[in-house]
């Protein structure tokens, strides 16, 4: 029989995981699970990743995780159990499905307009490496990747899921008319891979313009794909499209270990209290079922859960106010008495079970993940950022005296707007500068070049970061300021 790890988690997370493995059991799926010891909890016992190294050993066995919110370590250098999961196991695809669930009250149901849409979200670059520096007391830095191979990993599954599934327009969101490198690759992906999917109408939508049109016509987007923090708030924003986090499941898909969880967390607020909705945790559990070929199974369970919701039978934080909620047993109990119950919207089909034999992977090494045409590559010059409450003459000034001969300052930014040669007399000004030198006449230089302007321009300023400008055969690699 299939194993899989299950971590239960903090909060609600073991009352809605006990709810969820009654109503397997009574299912008699066939499953056998292996409890490991993950979350805040285990954090607190002194393991810093917030999981022991035996759950991490189980884990990297059995291959498939399903687990409960987990809380995250409040304070300073703690990162969370749940982004540490998805990172270290390489889950570079969140897929999160969003669909009418008939009993489950909408403006839009109550308008007619269903919703069938599923969101892939990037799941480990962005953001959300969490690599951050103060610069100076009063700048702040954020490093964002965007990767080639990490964009073609997430891209090239939301294609191969659209296209299994029968989807017909598959939409990448993006913000490439701002972002022009990082987006703008992430954008330049999406149609590479589009070009092996001829069948499926692939299109892009500027980010905010997806959230307008996703609010009023939900119904016109079936697959839509995204980078990891504009991916975050969008499935968010289309969760409560069809009824709240109570109803969002969400699955992490790697290439060896997935792992499967509600999108809502631990709700501090209700937890200990029995009266937590199972319902997203129960629908991540039934998206594992049909990952793991249990396709019977979980066509069973789904069943009785849309009956059980089309009967208005409901938990305290859905459904008609007027009629009693169910606690979370009395409602995995009333799921459970619906076994073989189909319901009038959208029943189903029962396939046979075809377990998927799981592979362990026993890896001897990291895998590298790496896009071999970067050719004709050389470095053109470097973005010094420097400290100073000068005024961009005063700072030009003294850069200019240190430029020398191979480098010619270009420009000089301030928060990304340009303020010498030419800039605005209104353009307030923070304690860092971006001073871009080019080498003259594009020629490449070598990083010690760069090395030597930048010992010459330290002796001015206090150099906070610095990043090569390189250019492959003609085309620039980094962004112009505004105003440049
Ligand atoms: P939350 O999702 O835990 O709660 C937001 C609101 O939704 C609360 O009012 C809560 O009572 C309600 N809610 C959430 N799930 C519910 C359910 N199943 N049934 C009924 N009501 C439900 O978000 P919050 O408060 O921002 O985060 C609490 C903790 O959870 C934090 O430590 C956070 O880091 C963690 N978290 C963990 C996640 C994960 O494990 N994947 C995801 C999101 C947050």
Not at 105 to 123: H, L
Not at 151 to 180: D, L, P, T, W
Not at 316 to 324: I, P, Q, V, Y
Not at 421 to 440: H, M, Q, W
Request: aromatic letters at 8%.
């Amino acid at each position: 029989m299939t194993k899989v790890a299950v971590a239960k988690g903090d909060g609600i997370g073991p009352e809605i995981m006990d709810a969820v493995l009654s109503i397997f059991d009574s299912a008699k799926v066939p499953l056998q699970y292996e409890v490991v010891e993950m979350g805040k909890w285990v954090f607190d016992k002194g393991y810093s990743n917030g999981m022991t190294p035996e759950a991490q050993q189980t884990i990297e066995n059995l291959g498939i995780l399903f687990k409960g919110p987990m809380e995250t370590p409040k304070g300073k250098g703690v990162k969370s159990v749940n982004v540490t999961a998805r990172k270290t196991w390489n889950t570079y695809a969140n897929k999160r499905v969003f669909q009418t669930l008939h009993g489950v009250d909408t403006v839009f149901s109550k308008a007619g307009i269903p919703i069938d849409i599923t969101v892939v979200r990037e799941n480990i670059e962005d953001t959300y490496g969490g690599i951050e520096h103060m610069l100076t007391h009063d700048v702040a830095l954020s490093r964002r990747f965007i990767t080639r191979p990490g964009s073609m990993q997430v891209i090239k599954y939301a294609f191969e899921m659209a296209r299994k599934n029968g989807a017909k327009r598959i939409s990448c969101g993006h913000k490439a008319n701002i972002m022009k490198q990082t987006d703008g690759l992430f954008l330049e992906c999406f149609y590479e891979v589009a070009k092996d999917y001829p069948e499926l109408k692939a299109d892009d939508i500027i980010v905010d313009d997806l959230c307008m049109k996703l609010v009023t016509r939900p119904d016109l987007f079936d697959v839509v794909v995204l980078t990891n923090l504009q991916g975050d708030i969008v499935s968010d924003l289309c969760a409560g499209l069809v009824g709240g986090l109570g109803f969002a499941p969400s699955a992490n898909i790697g290439d060896h270990i997935c792992i499967f969880e509600a999108v809502h967390g631990t709700a501090p607020d209700i937890a200990g209290k029995n009266i937590a909705n199972p319902t997203a945790l129960l629908l991540s559990g039934i998206a594992m079922l049909r990952h793991l070929g249990l396709m019977e199974s979980a066509a069973m369970i789904e069943n009785a859960l849309l009956y059980t919701l089309e009967q208005g039978v409901h938990t305290g934080d859905f459904g008609d106010r007027a009629t009693k909620s169910l606690n979370t047993t009395e409602f995995s109990t009333a799921i459970i008495n619906n076994f073989g119950k189909e319901p009038k919207n959208a029943p189903k089909p029962l396939l046979p079970n075809k377990p998927i034999t799981q592979t362990v992977f026993k890896l001897d090494k990291n895998p590298m993940i790496y896009s071999k045409d970067a050719a004709d590559e050389k470095i053109v010059g470097v973005d010094l950022f420097i400290e100073s409450i000068e005024q961009p003459n005063a700072v030009a000034e003294k850069a200019l005296q240190q430029v020398g001969d191979l480098f010619k300052l270009v420009t000089i930014s301030n928060r990304g707007t340009q303020v010498w040669p030419k800039g605005s007399i209104f353009t307030n000004l923070v304690d860092l500068y971006c001073a871009r030198f080019e080498s003259v006449g594009d020629v490449a230089v070598t990083q010690t070049d760069i090395m030597e302007l930048y010992k010459r321009i330290s002796k001015e300023f206090k150099v906070c970061s610095a990043e090569l400008l390189n250019a492959w055969g003609d085309k620039k690699a980094y962004s112009l300021a505004q105003g440049q």
